[in-house]
Antibody, heavy 120, light 110 residues
């Protein structure tokens, strides 16, 4: 059974940094691309960033480009999102998500999310 | 990276069919056959319902079907059931390792 468990969320002040982690199990982690998707309270889904199986292809939403960095450690079956210079509009539930392909397919499994609140 | 356009809400009675549209551009939805649809119940994580425009994952009811024409994709739910009431999101590959979601559609089963 695919399991994705996010951690690292919490309350952070504007302008500060936060690192989200996602522990994956139940599948061969290094065979699949991974994503971060967020959902602000009461709002829709927003794709944040994605990384291919060997980290050769990485993409970011314009809203986070230059501030967030995605990475993965295939030896540890883990996905990360380094969030720098956070803003109030980054407040959201952040989902770790698995792709069904090495590079680009569709998200077929989701974690339960970790909540990030940006506030002074 | 503009969000794909979906109607804010749709509704239907049990047993009826409804269709949710998702409109993008020639740079995203129109250029790739990587359109997926997700169902999200309140307080729950999204669930994949359709991928590559019209394919159903194992375990998803055949009452759900997808199609794409040009810059528009559609999700059709036939034989509407109370449990189908949820938010639905489309998503498309947009090139350069980026993806874009639609704004979401709230489905109400009357």
């Amino acid at each position: 059974e695919v399991q994705l468990v996010e951690s690292g969320g919490g309350l952070v002040q504007p302008g500060r940094s936060l690192r989200l982690s996602c522990a994956a199990s139940g599948f061969t982690f290094d065979d699949y691309a991974m994503h971060w998707v967020r959902q602000a309270p009461g709002k829709g889904l927003e794709w944040v960033s994605g990384i291919s199986w060997k980290s050769g292809s990485i993409g970011y939403a314009d809203s986070v480009k230059g501030r967030f960095t995605i990475s993965r450690d295939n030896a540890k079956n883990s996905l990360y999102l380094q969030m720098n210079s956070v803003r109030a509009e980054d407040t959201a539930l952040y989902y770790c998500a698995k792709d069904m392909d090495h590079v680009a397919g569709a998200i077929d499994h989701w974690g339960q999310g970790t909540l990030v609140t940006v506030s002074s | 990276q503009s969000a794909l356009t979906q109607p804010a809400s749709v509704s239907g009675s049990p047993g009826q069919s409804i269709t949710i549209s998702c409109t993008g551009t020639s740079s995203d939805l129109g250029s790739y056959n990587l359109v997926s649809w997700y169902q999200q119940h309140p307080g729950k994580a999204p669930k994949l319902m359709i991928y590559e425009g019209s394919k159903r994952p194992s375990g998803v009811s055949n009452r759900f079907s997808g199609s794409k024409s040009g810059n528009t994709a559609s999700l059709t739910i036939s034989g509407l059931q109370a449990e189908d009431e949820a938010d639905y999101y489309c998503c498309s590959y947009a090139g350069s390792s980026t993806w874009v979601f639609g704004g979401g559609t709230k489905l109400t089963v009357l």
